[in-house]
């Protein structure tokens, strides 16, 4: 029998002992970063923490001209968040479910909203995206993580992983699509006519087309900007 009691509820939602490694799940939805030194995240993104951490908001060349000159003039960027010093840090978007990825040398890339955080050993820039496409789709941005390190992003509710290969492209759409493998570069379809400008179209008038061999992860919701 539920008691609903004080003490049942703190015991089912207290904080969980975790490992030591920098970045680990304290649930499906709350990332707990063990910090010794500085990590980067989404602006916004910090719910709590334990121990002397400080926040500082990314200045315009903290990563470079080049990088300064896409966000100022694409508008594709995320703000980004340096949490500095040693505690435990707890970070979260909006209730999204996250998932945490350990890169090897590897590259990702993975949809600017869905970027939570990443260690500072993991190199970054801005991927451009066709403008035309990107406009009609929300303004989505790309961001291209590669190197040694953990990422972790967010999906709403459960991924899924679509394999790619040179004789099974994968189309998807632009708000659904989360993150891809290095090697994939992808296209996008427009399949707009009369009909998609009358309302009557089918709502998928825009496609992100993925061939070649990698991965493509995707997830049952859609990021509106």
């Given amino acids: 029998m539920t008691t609903y009691s004080v003490d049942e509820f703190l015991s089912r939602t207290k904080q969980q002992i975790t490992s030591t490694d920098s970045f680990a799940l304290q649930s499906e939805r ?23 951490i400080r926040f500082e908001r990314e200045r315009i060349l903290e990563h470079g001209l080049g990088r300064a000159f896409k966000k100022s003039f694409t508008s594709e960027g995320q703000e980004l968040m340096k949490a500095t010093g040693n505690g435990r840090l707890f970070l979260a978007d909006q209730g999204k479910r996250i998932t945490i ?16 955080a990443f260690e500072p050993t993991v190199e970054w820039d801005i991927e451009m995206m066709r403008k035309m496409a990107g406009l009609m789709s929300g303004g ?3 961001v291209t993580l590669n190197g ?10 459960e991924p899924l992983t679509l394999e790619v290969t040179p004789d099974q492209p994968v189309h998807t759409d632009p708000t659904a699509t989360v993150a891809w493998s290095g090697d994939l570069k992808p296209e996008f379809h427009t399949d707009i006519s009369y009909r998609t400008f009358l309302g009557k179209g089918s709502g998928e008038s825009i496609q992100m087309k993925f061939t070649g061999s990698g991965f493509v992860i995707v997830q049952p919701g859609f990021e509106v900007e």
């Avoid at 350990?102 to 909203?113: E, H, P, S």
């Avoid at 040694?148 to 509710?157: E, S």
């Fill in 30 to 52: 709350i990332l707990e970063v063990n910090l010794d030194g500085e990590i980067w995240s989404k602006m916004g993104s910090m719910i709590s923490y334990q121990g002397t």
């Fill in 101 to 116: 990825l350990k890169l090897g040398n590897q590259q990702i890339t993975v949809n600017g909203n869905d970027l939570l």
């Fill in 140 to 142: 989505l941005f790309n």
């Fill in 148 to 157: 040694r390190g953990k990422v972790a992003i967010t999906t709403y509710f």
